[in-house]
């Protein structure tokens, strides 16, 4: 009894000192000069393969060709909490990636991140950021439409960017089955948002053949929201310009390549694209998928990603319910 006791007081005071070594908090957007990061080269970037935000960054990076060193951090859906480790939260309390350090300070939140970049790196940053007042606000339009604002699971924003997460909830849940449960516990004891950690482990508990009816309306919460937005960008579109502002590529390109590229990766351009629906976004992801930045930047995928894309087709394919669930007729 003693031994247990002694055991149990043991874990709590661990967890407390760990906890306290883990501070968590929201950081405001943009930069922050006051704050010093040791770096080794002017421009670093902290990222994770597979996260949508990274890979706005990523692209924007190559689109303005600025070198940059990157350091890889992984989330639990590529194998474990590494943006809840101590180090990782000197960098960002906030616990999310990307994160963009110029001359050792940090830019938070990718949107911020990607006009702040543009606009320290000359010519090539001012034609992404457009050339008109009137461009600019069309451009800066686009640009928040596919951003994630502020806490990414409310279902206030009806834009392309907060319905981005809901979609991914069918990927993300066929790469949970390859994590062990221990790495989803980390989550649970220490993120500073805990709605996600459990999300996951609900996710993982139930896989994709018995997702949870409240995931299910997140999922088809965003596949309405999304459905709408494609609308917008096909009107857009319509008038046979080549990028979603006109004939120059900008930071709404930025934008839209990752929302793209991720229906793509979760397997959804079957549903908001195929029988000839939006002919228009269709081409204009293609020419998309054509520019140097798409190679550089996301052509990549990981093993674990490309496994679970397997499982979720197949999934689809001899589950007539799961496709019905996540793609209704
Ligand atoms: N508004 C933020 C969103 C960042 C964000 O939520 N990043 C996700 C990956 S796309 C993340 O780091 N999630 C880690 C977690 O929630 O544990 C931005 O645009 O940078």
Redesign the pocket.
């Known amino acids: 009894m003693y031994i247990l006791l002694l055991i149990l007081f043991g874990l709590l005071g661990w967890y407390a000192y760990e906890k306290k070594q883990r501070p968590t908090h929201a950081v405001e957007p943009g930069l922050h000069e006051e704050i010093e990061i040791p770096h080794d080269q002017e421009w670093e970037v902290y990222q994770?393969q597979i996260?949508?935000?990274?890979k706005k960054l990523r692209v924007c990076m190559a689109e303005l060709d600025l070198p940059y060193q990157s350091h890889h951090v992984d989330?639990?859906e590529t194998r474990s909490y590494e943006?809840l480790s101590r180090e990782f939260l000197k960098i960002n309390p906030a616990?999310?990636?990307?994160v963009l350090i110029h001359n050792g300070h940090p830019v938070y939140?990718?949107?911020e991140q990607i006009v702040y970049a543009a606009e320290q790196a000359g010519q090539k940053g001012r034609s992404l950021l457009g050339s008109t007042p009137e461009h600019r606000d069309q451009i800066a339009r686009w640009v928040d439409e596919t951003?994630?604002?502020g806490d990414?699971l409310s279902s206030d924003r009806k834009t392309a960017g907060h319905a981005a997460p809901g979609l991914t909830i069918p990927i993300f849940t066929c790469m949970l089955n390859y994590i062990p449960w221990w790495r989803i516990g980390e989550g649970i004891l220490f993120?500073g948002?805990r709605r996600?950690p459990l999300a996951f482990a609900a996710m993982k508990a139930r896989g994709i053949h018995k997702l949870p009816p409240p995931i299910q309306a997140i999922i088809a919460h965003a596949r309405k929201d999304m459905s709408l937005r494609l609308d917008a960008a096909e009107q857009d579109l319509d008038d046979g310009r080549t990028w979603i502002c006109g004939d120059v590529f900008t930071l709404a390109d930025v934008g839209w390549m990752a929302i793209l590229e991720r229906l793509d990766e979760v397997d959804w351009t079957g549903f908001f694209f195929g029988q000839g629906q939006r002919p228009k976004t269709l081409a204009y992801w293609k020419r998309l998928q054509e520019r140097p930045s798409y190679q550089t930047a996301l052509s990549q995928r990981s093993a674990v990603h490309l496994r679970a894309l397997e499982d979720l087709k197949k999934a689809k394919q001899i589950a007539p319910e799961v496709r019905e669930m996540l793609e209704p007729s």
């Open positions: 994770n996260s949508l935000c990274s989330l639990i943006n616990f999310t990636v990307p939140e990718s949107h951003a994630i604002k990414p993120h948002d996600r």
